[in-house]
């Protein structure tokens, strides 16, 4: 019985090695990027990175000062370029069983909270007059 109960218990740790190992593979990315010789992704910032349970796949989060939506698609296209020697760092400089596939996704959460700090300022602005 004993045995059967701790089975059923979750480990209240799994979730801790996904962030460890998220913040580590956003640390080595970031480092990494330094390395890289492209104009695409000089003024780009690492924000996050999510790995998943199984830690087969990390979305990586990113932010830059160009906020258009091409402006996007080509950091995406040049992280996509350089996907394979990041990955390679990253599995160079980690211990995993598996490097994970690295995906690029910008970061809206900066972009939100603008755009809504920006209505509010404006609807603050209305009521004032």
Same mark, same amino acid.
């Given at each position: 019985?004993?045995?059967?109960?701790?089975? /059923?218990?979750?480990?209240?740790?799994?979730?801790?090695?996904?962030? !460890?190992?998220?913040? #580590?593979?956003?640390?080595?990315?970031?480092?990494?990027?330094?390395?890289?010789?492209?104009?695409? /992704?000089?003024?780009?910032?690492?924000?996050?990175?999510?790995?998943?349970?199984?830690?087969?796949?990390?979305?990586?989060?990113?932010?830059? #000062?160009?906020?258009?939506?091409?402006?996007?698609?080509?950091?995406?296209?040049?992280?996509?370029?350089?996907?394979? !020697? #990041?990955?390679?760092?990253?599995?160079?400089?980690? !211990?995993? !069983?598996?490097?994970?596939? /690295?995906?690029?996704?910008?970061?809206?959460?900066?972009?939100?909270?603008?755009?809504?700090?920006?209505? /509010?300022?404006?609807?603050?602005?209305?009521?004032?007059?």
């Amino acid at each position: 019985m004993a045995r059967r109960n701790q089975r /059923l218990q979750t480990d209240h740790r799994a979730g801790h090695r996904e962030a !460890r190992v998220g913040e #580590l593979i956003r640390r080595i990315v970031a480092e990494s990027m330094e390395e890289l010789d492209d104009e695409r /992704l000089s003024m780009v910032s690492i924000t996050g990175c999510e790995v998943g349970r199984d830690l087969h796949r990390a979305v990586i989060w990113f932010t830059s #000062l160009d906020t258009s939506e091409t402006g996007d698609l080509t950091i995406v296209e040049a992280f996509d370029e350089h996907a394979r !020697r #990041l990955r390679r760092s990253v599995g160079d400089q980690t !211990r995993l !069983r598996r490097t994970p596939e /690295l995906v690029f996704r910008p970061d809206m959460t900066l972009r939100s909270a603008e755009r809504i700090e920006r209505i /509010l300022e404006s609807e603050s602005g209305d009521t004032k007059a």
